[in-house]
Every structure is written in C-alpha cells, then in structure tokens.
C-alpha cells in the first residue's frame, strides 16, 4: 500500500494547529472529509483556538456546520471539549490517548487518528470503516467489533508501524477497495475474498 500511496497524508484540510486537526476529525465522524473540509475554513476564521471555540454559542457554531452530519451534537462537543482544554490542559492539545478521551466527542478512534496523523505515535491502531472493511476482506481478521480488529492488527504489525495502518488502509479502502464494486483494482485479489471473482477494472 505504501508503494500505491507514496505520499499519503490525511486529506483533511484547512487546520494548522492541532487544535483545529483535533476538530476537523471531531467533526469527520460518520462524514466525509470534502463534507468536513467545506465547513473548516470558516469555522476557523471565526474559531481560530480553543479560548474562542470555548466561548462561541452553540447555535453560531451549528449554523457554520450544519451540513455535516450529527451538527447539533458535534456543536457542542466542540464547544465543550474547547472549555475543558482551556481550564485543565492550558489551551494545548495532550499528546496521550487516556488525557484525550477526557475531551467531549473524543473516543479512542479520534484519539488514535490524531496521535497517528499528527506525531506518527504508536499508541494503538485506529479503525474506521475503510479499515475494518480492508482488514476483513484481506483476511486480517474475523471481528466486526472496532476494538477487537485493532487487537488483531496489533498483534499482525509491529508497534513502530502502528500509525501507518489507518494512513493506508483509509486510502485504500477509500479509493481501491470500495464498499460495493462491479470491477476491481485490487492488487490483493488473489487472496480478497471479496475481489476473487470481480473482474478487472
């Protein structure tokens, strides 16, 4: 997958600082990164840092992000997880996955993502649909549950290489191995359970 993907980096865009990474992922759950990053430019104009975030009104930050799914909820994850940065972390963003998951709408997925993408940290393998369906198909594992197909991949992949997995396998998941195909790109046909009998495209 390296090779397919040289230069592989999130494709969320707009943020520069790790607060505005954390809310662009924040706000990608369950939405896509195009749909996310319509909406960043403008919530950062407005929103540039936590102290600001922490003091906006719920009902200005949904009318800036009312187009990404769940709108009412993230406005005031944002918000909230904006606070608690100001008052128990000093405006800045921890590096660890236990003082993350601390923040409103920050799971161990988010968490992982961030650590992964922005420092290349190790601290665990994060999966998301595009990793779950590759890691299925490939044979990875047998599990349907998020946490368990992490266990799985760790366990596969040695811990310096942790951070590349969702780099990747997102790409490819995204971009080769789709959710429904009628042909395949696949350079894993040949052991994909899914793409054996697809011709290719």
Request: contains cysteine; hydrophobic residues 35%; proline residues 4%.
């Amino acid at each position: 997958m390296e090779e397919l993907f040289p230069n592989a980096a999130t494709e969320l865009a707009n943020w520069k600082t790790p607060f505005q990474f954390l809310v662009c992922i924040v706000l990608s759950a369950q939405t896509t990164d195009k749909g996310v990053n319509k909406v960043t430019t403008m919530l950062f104009e407005e929103y540039p840092d936590p102290l600001s975030m922490s003091k906006a009104r719920e009902q200005d930050v949904y009318s800036i992000i009312q187009t990404v799914n769940y709108s009412n909820s993230k406005s005031r994850y944002l918000i909230e997880l904006s606070r608690k940065l100001v008052q128990d972390f000093n405006s800045e963003v921890p590096k660890d996955v236990n003082n993350l998951i601390t923040l409103k709408g920050v799971g161990r997925k988010t968490a992982n993502v961030f650590l992964n993408d922005l420092y290349k940290s190790n601290e665990g393998v994060a999966v998301d649909t595009h990793v779950m369906r590759v890691s299925q198909r490939l044979g990875l594992t047998k599990e349907t549950n998020p946490d368990k197909i992490a266990r799985d991949l760790e366990k596969l992949y040695p811990q310096k290489d942790w951070w590349k997995i969702n780099r990747y396998f997102v790409l490819y998941g995204r971009y080769i191995c789709r959710a429904k195909m009628k042909k395949t790109r696949c350079v894993f046909r040949d052991i994909c359970s899914y793409c054996k009998g697809l011709p290719i495209e």
